[in-house]
């Protein structure tokens, strides 16, 4: 058995199938009551999740829709006999792609686990972080306060599939959606390390007064400005470390990672996902992302 959040993974029926995308996989698990090591995981084809697990990415749920499936479980009499749910590993969430219906009429059903199934297709990954921040504003943060959201089919079109569209034009999913950039996350307080000089040093707030939702702060070495950066809340969910910078003469000591891992600790503090991100090439920022735990947001 596999801890993943809040929930269990159990494995079945071993197949052709890679799922060692899950960080969490150990080398060794128990599962089936037996001992099976990493490439024996990475043969399952599909894996039963807890239903507490499982973020949603969708606001609302059709009635009409809802009776269709709650049909289907009447005629065949088990729900986890259906199609599995295909989910991702996205801003360390396991996020539902579909099948938001199925997940609720079980829950409703009083069902507690769910067979999942990897999506491995090419999507719009910068649009499901959107729909994450989008969710987590309302409070749609599990498959039971998802539950707890169904409308009219016509209330539906209205209330969901519009503002769907409408994600698009929206500003932090432009932030979101970078083709350029890198854009990594983490959800973990970062270590702030000493400088490699020993030295006095403190961070203070900055005043830019450029942007209600950007905050500066700079990191004085012995009263004088060595590094500086910024945290900017683009969306509800997702705050960004951004415009990290280190000054030539003290440039090397470690002033641009205690600046990041500061400004990821306040964005953590607060309840959110912090973001970061830099160009392929600038190496060391890379690294230095790296070490305040930031990985990849979406390939």
Not at 30 to 49: C, H, L, N, P, T
Not at 134 to 146: D, Q
Not at 253 to 279: D, E, P, S, V
Request: glycine share 6%; hydrophobic share 35%.
């Amino acid at each position: 058995m596999v801890e993943y959040g809040d929930g269990k993974i159990l494995m079945h029926d071993m197949e052709d199938k890679d799922v060692s995308q899950l960080p969490q996989f150990r080398e060794r698990e128990a599962v089936q009551g037996r001992d099976i090591d990493q490439s024996e995981m990475k043969a399952a084809s599909y894996f039963e999740m807890e239903i507490s697990a499982l973020t949603p990415s969708q606001l609302y749920i059709s009635q009409e829709k809802l009776d269709r499936v709650r049909e289907w479980f009447r005629e065949k009499g088990d729900l986890v006999k259906m199609d599995p749910i295909p989910v991702r590993n996205l801003a360390g969430r396991l996020l539902m792609t579909d099948g938001h219906t199925r997940a609720a009429a079980a829950f409703l059903h009083g069902v507690t686990s769910l067979p999942c199934v990897w999506d491995g297709d090419d999507m719009d990954w910068a649009a499901y972080a959107a729909d994450i921040s989008m969710c987590a504003e309302e409070g749609v943060t599990s498959v039971e306060k998802l539950a707890s959201r169904i409308v009219s089919a016509q209330d539906y079109k209205h209330l969901w599939e519009e503002r769907c569209d409408a994600l698009y034009n929206e500003r932090y999913y432009k932030v979101l959606k970078q083709e350029k950039e890198i854009i990594c996350f983490t959800r973990k307080p970062a270590r702030i390390p000493d400088p490699a000089d020993s030295c006095q040093w403190e961070i203070r707030p900055l005043d830019f007064g450029e942007d209600e939702d950007i905050d500066y702060f700079q990191l004085y070495r012995e009263g004088a400005p060595a590094a500086r950066g910024c945290i900017e809340r683009y969306s509800y969910e997702f705050w960004e470390a951004a415009d990290i910078r280190t000054y030539d003469r003290v440039r090397g000591r470690g002033y641009g990672t205690m600046i990041t891992a500061y400004l990821t600790n306040r964005i953590i503090a607060a309840g959110k996902t912090a973001t970061c991100r830099t160009l392929p090439g600038n190496l060391s920022m890379a690294r230095v992302m790296e070490k305040c735990g930031y990985q990849r947001l979406y390939d």
